[in-house]
RNA sequence: CGGGAUGUGGCUCAGCUUGGUAGAGCGCUCGGUUCGGGACCGAGAGGUCGUGGGUUCAAAUCCCGCCAUCCCGACCA
């Protein structure tokens, strides 16, 4: 299909100014290139330039999944709660969750995600093993309610995102395709010239053990990543990790209690005490869904992360100030040294060969210092409980382990038989057998991709589009009417006809306005037809991802453009 | 949910401290001059000052409630 547009009548309210709103760069620049307009916080309506470079993302993953037979369908927005109370999500989701009553006062709620409405449509029309494996997605609008949306699409309520999920026999073919869907995932981060790495992550809400993230690396991104030269990479909460220790004190020491009041924190105790932060244990305590009590020990100059708090406890939440009260415990004196009897005591692997801990005393007002394993108390666990850092070992190869941060914009999981299980979705195999399939799923941020691709690829002037996702490949600039527009009316046509989208900026506008608006919207091949160039047969080729310029011979600029465009798009093919 | 901030023509903001009849720039309309990096001159249109209440002779301005938006945090024991 030839794509030709005209500024005159295209809508694309751009903005000189900047919306006080938004901060960052792909938030601000789509609300200035006109591409978006916020409806609420975190919703936003797609204006027609934002809708076309949406839809070339969707796409990208369209034809990827294509390619390795997942077939496109679309379930509804709305789902009703019973599907959710049989997986147990309805409770266990929590407020993300958007719930809503029918005029019966039926419960609802708007789709976050479809697991459990494919598997029961899926267990309702698939009988037999001979079906399998299955892989379907569709690409749609999802909402979450968020407890804070910000930054425009990358945090949104409502968003745009592909879901795939898939049905296999065995987890040989759930592999199979996993490792498939990687392999695609990988694909569509290229195609839309996202510099990415796919990294070892939590399942989080979704479920299942086995599971990678494709991180865009950003600045602005929310994720924390850490990897290490060989190839490994991780999210920090769910990067396994081990903590280099360098004790000051390397014998046992006599335990000593200590008076500490008023020290709450643990840089206040290694202030008083003149040692680091490094040679303190920090306690921090939970409760198991039975409601025991868990003391969690780490280095105190590290965090505990609850993620893998959960690992090591299934199920255990931390405690909040009403836990507190009702254990009796001091918040700010923890210490695995004669804690309520009955507490399981779990600490980090790399405090095993420290021999004199800095910790609470259970006990307001007192800390203990010498304490060790073995000797004044026993560690039921040791286990990986911290958020990886910069600095620490790769597990991998050893390396030191380096820093960046992401946005998250796809992942894939292997569900297992989480969802089929519950929800008694199941099959008949060779053996006539009944067996739960063994699910797949596959998440891309449609929508927060678009956002990524504006966070790596723009400067003070806008955006700079990569060609496989710009609203158009190239714009016709004429700088005046007469000759000059006929000229370049020829130009546009001559584009066209070629197969190349392309725009042309008609307006009445003066030559600045035309070029500030090019480069805000970022078509990544700009033609300029001036009168100075035009009486020597000369035009001007800018290349937005350079903002190099170059004169080109009128006669040969159709030929010199289709070729770059050619150029482009190659890089980009699928 | 806690903390902070903001809400005044379409956009960015001033005015609020010290109540007294609503402003600027950009954008928009009309006329003219301009025309290679967001032009200039002239004439216009456009605002229940987020919302509800209170104080006052008088409220954009002071007080209270609510709503919305943005930022930080929500696990730093």
Not at 168 to 191: F, K, N, P, W
Not at 203 to 232: H, R
């Amino acid at each position: 299909m030839t794509v030709a547009l005209r500024m005159s009548n295209l809508y694309a309210p751009t903005l000189k100014e900047d919306p006080a709103e938004a901060e960052l760069a792909s938030h601000r620049l789509l609300l200035r290139a006109g591409m978006i307009r916020k409806t609420a916080a975190g919703i936003y309506t797609f204006l027609p330039l934002g809708w076309r470079v949406l839809n070339k993302v969707a796409d990208i993953v369209r034809e990827e999944m294509d390619a390795i037979g997942s077939q496109e369908m679309v379930m509804t927005v709305l789902q009703p709660a019973e599907l959710w109370t049989e997986s147990g999500r309805w409770d266990d989701y929590g407020p993300e969750l958007m719930r809503l009553k029918d005029r019966h006062a039926r419960d609802f709620c708007l789709g976050p995600t479809h697991e459990e409405l494919i598997t029961t449509l899926v267990d309702n029309d698939t009988r037999s093993y001979r079906e399998l494996p299955l892989s379907l997605y569709q690409i749609q609008v999802k909402f979450r309610d968020e407890v804070r949306p910000r930054f425009g699409l990358l945090r949104g309520r409502e968003f745009v995102m592909k879901d795939a999920y898939s049905f296999h026999v065995d987890q040989t073919s759930l592999q199979e395709h996993y490792d498939e869907m990687s392999r695609a995932y990988g694909r569509i981060c290229e195609r839309l010239a996202l510099e990415y790495r796919p990294v070892v992550a939590d399942s989080g809400q979704i479920g299942g053990k086995v599971t990678t993230e494709f991180m865009a690396l950003a600045e602005a991104g929310e994720a924390e990543l850490v990897y290490c030269e060989c190839g490994w990479a991780a999210n920090v909460e769910a990067a396994e990790t081990r903590v280099p220790r360098s004790p000051a004190v390397s014998e046992p020491v006599a335990l000593d209690k200590r008076p500490t009041p008023g020290l709450h924190t643990i840089a206040e105790l290694a202030e008083a005490w003149g040692i680091s932060e490094h040679d303190t244990v920090k306690t921090m305590a939970g409760k198991s869904p039975e409601g025991r009590l868990v003391f969690f020990c780490v280095p105190g100059d590290r965090e505990l992360n609850p993620v893998k708090a959960g690992w090591a406890v299934s199920g255990v939440e931390l405690l909040d100030e009403a836990d507190f009260k009702e254990f009796g415990i001091p918040k700010g004196s923890l210490g695995p040294v004669d804690p309520p009897a009955g507490t399981l005591v779990i600490a980090d692997a790399s405090l095993k060969g420290d021999v004199a801990w800095g910790v609470g005393a259970n006990e307001d007002g007192f800390h203990l210092y010498g304490a060790q394993p073995g000797r004044d108390f026993e560690v039921a666990q040791w286990a990986d409980l911290v958020f990886a850092q910069p600095g620490d070992e790769c597990p991998d190869c050893g390396g030191e382990l380096l820093g960046a941060r992401g946005i998250e914009v796809s992942q894939v999981f292997q569900l297992g038989t989480k969802y089929s299980e519950a929800m008694g979705a199941s099959f008949t195999d060779e053996n006539g057998d009944e067996r739960p399939f063994v699910m797949g799923c596959y998440g891309v941020g449609v929508s927060r991709s678009l956002a990524a691709v504006i966070e790596q690829h723009n400067d003070d002037g806008g955006i700079a589009w990569p060609i496989s996702v710009a609203p158009a490949e190239v714009a016709v600039l004429p700088l005046g009417d007469g000759e000059i527009a006929t000229a370049a009316e020829g130009l546009y046509n001559a584009l066209a006809d070629r197969g190349i989208e392309v725009v042309i900026d008609d307006r009445e506008e003066r030559p600045g306005v035309k070029f500030n608006d090019a480069d805000l919207i970022g078509w990544p091949f700009q033609i300029v037809v001036g009168k100075k160039g035009l009486a020597e047969g000369k035009l001007e080729v800018k290349d937005r991802a350079t903002n190099q310029k170059t004169s080109v011979d009128l006669d040969c600029v159709v030929e010199v453009v289709v070729d770059l465009v050619h150029g482009e798009r190659a890089k980009f093919a699928h």
